[in-house]
């Protein structure tokens, strides 16, 4: 099979038919007003495994890049001042 594109409004109405099309190895070019915003590939990770092994999948296919070192605990990029928490900030930005 080959690659098909498909704007989203159409992928909405026709979700089941595009995945089994992906299951028989198809691919769907997702598009947005005609540019490709998406790509609906097969699955072609194994079910089972370590996490490790998962990873080593996905890096060997090119779906991320990783150089097997742990990840850095990033410092926090705001800091609240006053009494009030976070989500009164969101409610309040909301309204």
Same mark, same amino acid.
């Given at each position: 099979m080959g690659e098909? &594109? =498909?704007? =989203?409004? @159409?992928?909405?109405?026709?979700?089941? @038919?595009? $995945?089994? /099309?992906?299951?028989? *190895?198809g691919t769907i070019i997702v598009t947005e007003h005609? &540019? %490709? $915003? %998406?790509? !609906? !590939? +097969? #699955?072609?990770? +194994? #079910?089972? *495994?370590?996490?490790? @092994? &998962?990873? /080593?999948?996905?890096?060997?296919?090119? %779906? $991320?890049l990783w150089n097997g070192r742990r990840l850095r605990l990033a410092k926090p990029v705001a800091r609240l001042r006053g009494k009030r928490s976070l989500s009164d900030l969101v409610i309040e930005d909301r309204r």
């Open positions: 098909r &594109r =498909i704007g =989203i409004r @159409e992928l909405k109405s026709k979700l089941s @038919e595009c $995945v089994r /099309e992906v299951k028989t *190895g005609g &540019r %490709a $915003v %998406a790509r !609906i !590939i +097969p #699955d072609t990770t +194994p #079910d089972t *495994g370590s996490l490790r @092994e &998962r990873l /080593e999948v996905l890096v060997r296919t090119g %779906a $991320v």
